[in-house]
């Protein structure tokens, strides 16, 4: 069975810094495309950071470039999202996605003081 699963996420005050993971099973996450997007309340999803699995080549939102590091495990088939200097406008539902077109149910993050 084919799987996306996030953890990680929390209520986190501003200035912060949290690290999401997302485990896939039923699969395997080298030689593709593999990203996290997210999704503001009353907001479409936008992308967020995304990491060829294969060469290592990375790509960031311009909002956290920065502070936001995607990594792979190739090993532990997880993806991570370490998220630094946390801001109110963060707050978010944290997507992992694959490019076989594969979704995790998502994660929680909330900044706030």
């Known amino acids: 069975q084919v799987q996306l699963v996030e953890s990680g996420g929390g209520l986190v005050q501003p200035g912060g810094s949290l690290r999401l993971s997302c485990a896939a099973s039923g699969f395997t996450l080298d030689n593709d495309v593999i990203g996290w997007f997210r999704q503001a309340p009353g907001k479409e999803r936008e992308g967020v950071a995304c990491?060829?699995?294969?060469?290592?080549?990375?790509y960031y939102a311009d909002s956290v470039k920065g502070r936001f590091t995607i990594s792979i495990d190739n090993a532990k088939n997880t993806v991570y999202l370490q998220m630094n200097s946390l801001k109110p406008e963060d707050t978010a539902v944290y997507y992992c996605?694959?490019?076989?077109?594969?979704w995790g149910q998502g994660t929680q993050v909330t900044v706030s003081s």
């Open positions: 990491m060829s699995s294969s060469d290592g080549t990375t």
């Open positions: 996605w694959h490019g076989r077109g594969y």
